[in-house]
């Protein structure tokens, strides 16, 4: 049934020898993903469908090939994914499949191949031969060694179609040989074998410029690969959006063609594929994109004519990823890596961290463009970014609301004791969905706002409640710490001060489940009202 | 080796469907955007014949989109817009004469989006005001004579107001920095709805239609979203994230009455909400865990939402027709997204557009009078 399981097992082992050495810590995964309810391994799966171990070989010997790097640039460029790439940058056609091959080399590929372009753009074993083709006529044009999986070095760098030396010399020694050395695996989503890699001794014989790294100015963990294709935003503009793109293609190729001042295009960061790295190429007081942007209104049939200069450029820092907006899944440290740069952007200029200021270049560009394309995970995303910023709730604080649907249980919860609590909905400026009301009563029957503390701390308590007249004007709030002492009673007029948090006090809680109750037992006649308890 | 590669196709355009939803306002917060479903046969010819008003969509049968028209009853097209940038269909004028149209570009690496008035009778078309960076989300004065819209003429997004008509004053009604969006007006045009991140993170506000008197709807930590007028005034629906998934929700213009339309039903990530004409009931599109999307109608008074499609294939944006009785949606059941039209229990399901391209995003009206059939008329077809 599986009878790649042996082999698998077997590469496995070898991986995880070869794994050996410094790593980057493993990304943490944040659970309840709603939009994404796949596992890793699964979203991995998804990504190679299909056994492609045969296509590879065969298309290495047809050709005269070595099939590991074949494999190798593939997992460089799509991680063995088919991506049906998009239009990123003027001048620089889309990419596909699995070797993401684009424009002239995609056909020239195709007709060495004898494969028609169609066939090349969307058939994995075609893509792979017209990729294939083409490489082995890069090595009679450089006369390679073609023995030597080394000795390709050049003929994969041309592949690339980068153009600038860093960045040749980071896709072949940090991508394709690397990945060589380290060799990799992927199974389909049935389980079988997808693609394998052995690792192997290959070492380029290619060029490693000596670089004298400059660190960004506005982010320290990015390199500084200054781009000239910028210009200064207009006086006077707050910096008031971040727009996430996708590279339509490698890291590599993406940086060196934003800081290519014959693309005319630019962005302020570049992402790469496993979060490892970062290039700032624009200073984020500076607008990023493009050169110039005088409108022509001549152009476009003069109907766009009337342009003010007000442009989204204005207002955003860009930051751009490696990879296709029609990629299956996003790396997590990819994901991770950018949360922080744009927790760190946010911070810096004083942009809101909601999904109206961090947005999709789709978002703003429906006619043309889709990265980050519908499996980028947003809401992740968003709270991964207000997560380092110490922003969200509960990272800093916990707010405990009174319908429990919209809590984290395992942070703070609410709980209602006896029958007299109903919900309501009646009097508006409630927190969440409604509130619970209760007559006062000579009982406790209390509703309990419980939190959690990994370590005691001392904390404000506020408490948010509707306000109306027949609400009690001695509202008993009862704090206790996690062993149930009660450390104090606040009573609270609600008949004023709806609609807002209201603080009750300071006090030392200790660690685990401590608790503020609202109790009836208070003056008769009234009604107090149980909304969202907020601990900061 | 295997060769499906079909199922990767449309990606693209997903979420090219998806970018636009939001800026006319559809809401599609998560997962993708398209079509397809079951039912009992397609309506009869007879029952077709007694559909009203047009249908206004985008095509993407040429390499630019433009918005086309479609009559439900016949399934006649006419083409509305043929601006060389995309355009997509707004919000038709209360009289039925004209619709407005969001039209964007990328202009040397520069997006722009300007609104337009598109008469049906074919006249000119008129520009609303001129190409920036955001113009969006326009929504109707009752009477016609203004509408309001998502503008960063003077700041990185506010609610402006303005007549529909070239050169007209623009009236600027929020003020906040963080950011205003996706205003609704009220069908006595004396209040508009909207979104600001003024406290840090979106909430639903509403205020006079001249600005004043702000009044915040919602309070809660996490995103509230797309709020809608109901027909009937006596609710806003609007999207939120605060239970950990996005729900339709509903409140009243005071505040009060919050609650979430589709109850314990399993409907998985809820947008794009709709009012039926009579304020009644709201249909909406449900994405569960792993499965397409659906669409969902709610009754406002009580009940579960019900599906009214399979969810055997994607199916999206539902709109329902004026008299109530019908939805338009789109979906992707036939491999290409079209629109298709069923009655308001999900019955009769009938395919009304067929062009190679995807149809989508309809927008259902009775134009003051219907337009002549044009060049590339198609008949609907049945499923």
Redesign the interface.
């Known amino acids: 049934m599986h009878p790649f399981r042996k082999p698998l097992a077997t590469l496995a082992a070898a991986l995880a020898l070869a794994a050996c050495g410094p790593q980057e810590p493993a990304p943490t995964e944040t659970p ?1 993903v ?2 994404d ?2 596992t890793p391994a699964q979203r991995e799966a998804e990504r190679t ?4 171990d ?2 590879f070989a065969k298309a290495g010997k047809d050709f005269g090939v070595p099939a590991d790097l074949l494999k190798a640039i593939s997992y460089t460029e799509t991680r063995w994914e ?1 991506v ?1 790439g ?1 239009v990123e940058f ?1 001048g620089m056609p889309a990419a596909y499949g699995l070797m993401a091959l684009r424009g002239e080399k995609l056909s020239e590929g195709a007709r060495l191949a004898g494969v028609s372009e169609e066939a090349a753009r ?4 075609a893509n792979i031969r017209a990729a294939a083709a083409l490489l082995s006529s890069y090595a009679n044009e450089l006369k390679v060694d073609r023995t030597d999986v080394g000795a390709w070095a050049p003929a994969a760098a041309k592949l690339s179609g980068i153009d600038n030396a860093e960045a040749q010399a980071q896709y072949i020694h940090q991508n394709v040989y690397d990945i060589l050395r380290k060799g990799a695996v992927a199974q389909t989503p049935a389980g079988d074998l997808a693609v394998s890699l052995m690792p192997t001794q290959a070492q380029a014989k290619f060029p490693s410029p000596g670089v004298v790294r400059s660190m960004s100015a506005d982010y320290a963990p990015a390199i500084w690969r200054a781009s000239p294709n910028y210009n200064a935003r207009p006086s006077g503009t ?1 910096v ?2 971040v727009v996430i793109h996708t590279c339509e293609g490698s890291y590599s190729s993406c940086w060196s063609w934003l800081v290519n001042s014959a693309s ?2 630019s962005a302020h960061y570049v992402v790469n594929e496993s979060g490892s790295e970062i290039s700032q190429l624009v200073l984020e007081s500076n607008r990023g ?2 050169v110039g ?4 209104c001549s ?3 003069s ?6 200069g ?6 955003s820092v860009g930051i751009e990823h490696g990879g296709f ?2 990629q299956s899944s996003f790396p997590a440290g990819q994901i991770d890596a950018s949360a922080k740069l744009t927790c760190d952007i946010t911070k810096g200029q004083g942009i ?1 961290r ?4 961090i947005v ?1 270049h ?10 980050p ?2 499996n980028w995970p ?2 992740t995303y968003i709270s991964k970014v207000q997560s380092y910023c110490g ?1 969200s ?1 509960p990272s800093t604080g916990i ?1 405990i ?1 009174s319908n429990q ?2 809590n ?1 249980t395992s942070k703070g919860y609410v709980e209602v004791t006896g029958s007299s609590w109903a919900s309501s ?10 509130y619970y009301a209760s007559p006062t009563a000579a009982v406790s029957e209390p509703v309990t706002f419980w939190f959690y503390l990994p370590s005691a701390a001392t904390k404000t308590i506020d408490a ?1 409640w509707t306000s109306a007249t027949d609400r009690s004007t001695t509202a008993p709030f009862i704090m206790y710490n996690a062993s149930g002492t009660k450390l104090a009673t606040v009573n609270v007029n609600q008949q004023a001060n709806g ?1 807002r948090w209201n603080t009750l006090g300071t006090y030392s809680f200790t660690a685990g489940w401590n608790k503020v109750q609202l109790s009836r037992w208070t003056t008769s006649g009234y009604y107090v009202i149980a909304d969202a308890v907020q601990v900061r | 080796m295997t060769r499906d590669f079909a199922k990767q196709v449309g990606w693209g355009g997903a979420a090219r469907r998806l970018a636009v939803l939001a800026l006319l306002g559809a809401g599609c917060k998560a997962g993708s955007c398209g079509s397809g479903a079951s039912g009992s046969g397609p309506l009869s010819e007879q029952e077709r014949k007694g559909l009203p008003g047009v249908i206004a969509f985008v095509s993407e049968r040429a390499p630019q989109k433009d918005v086309w028209l479609v009559r439900p009853a016949t399934g006649e097209q006419t083409q509305l817009t043929r601006g060389p940038e995309d355009e997509y269909p707004g919000a038709p004028s209360p009289d039925g004469a004209s619709l407005v149209v969001v039209a964007a570009a990328e202009v040397q690496g520069i997006h722009v989006e300007q609104l337009r008035l598109a008469p049906l009778d074919g006249g000119a078309v008129v520009m609303l005001a001129p190409p920036r960076g955001r113009a969006r989300n326009p929504s109707w004065a009752p009477d016609g004579s203004w509408f309001v819209a998502e503008s960063d003429a003077e700041s990185f997004s506010d609610v402006v107001k303005q007549a529909p008509r070239e050169n007209a004053e623009v009236t600027r009604l929020t003020q906040a920095p963080e950011g205003n969006f996706e205003p609704s007006v009220s069908p006595d045009g004396t209040q508009v709805a909207f979104v600001s991140s003024r406290t840090g993170d979106p909430e639903i506000y509403v205020m006079k239609a001249d600005g004043t008197d702000v009044r915040r709807l919602t309070s809660f930590h996490k995103e509230d979203m797309a709020p809608k007028w109901s027909p009937d005034g006596k609710w806003i629906s609007f999207l939120s994230d605060r239970e950990g998934r996005v729900r339709v929700f509903v409140v009243k213009p005071d505040g009060t009455g919050l609650r979430a339309v589709s109850g314990s039903q399993q409907t998985g990530e809820e947008r794009e909400p709709v009012w039926s004409p009579d304020g009644k009931k709201l249909a909406f599109v449900g994405r569960a865990k792993d499965q397409k999307s659906r669409i969902w109608v709610a009754d406002m008074g009580g009940g579960e939402p019900v599906a009214l499609t399979d969810g055997k294939s994607t199916d999206d944006q539902p709109e329902w027709s004026p008299d109530g009785k019908y939805l338009a949606f789109a979906s992707e059941r036939t491999g290409d997204v079209e629109l298709f039209l069923m009655r308001a229990n999900g019955s009769g399901q009938t395919q009304l557009t067929s062009t190679k391209g995807a149809d989508w995003l309809p927008r259902w009206f009775v134009p003051k009078t219907l337009p002549p059939a044009g060049q590339g008329t198609g008949r609907a077809e049945g499923t």
């Open positions: 309840a709603t939009e309810s796949r469908p299909y056994e492609l045969e296509a088919m049906r998009e003027e969307t058939w994995p074993e707050d008031s959006m005319g295009v994109w493009h942007a005088t409108y022509s152009l476009n049939g109907v766009m004519c009337g342009l003010n007000t442009s989204v450029n204005n207002f907006a029609s809101v909601d999904s109206y200021h999709a789709g978002r703003l560009q429906p006619a043309s463009r889709t990265d394309g519908p947003w809401s922003t709730t707010i609301d649907a919209n984290d909905t009646n009097v508006g400026g409630y927190y969440g969905s409604g948010w609609g």
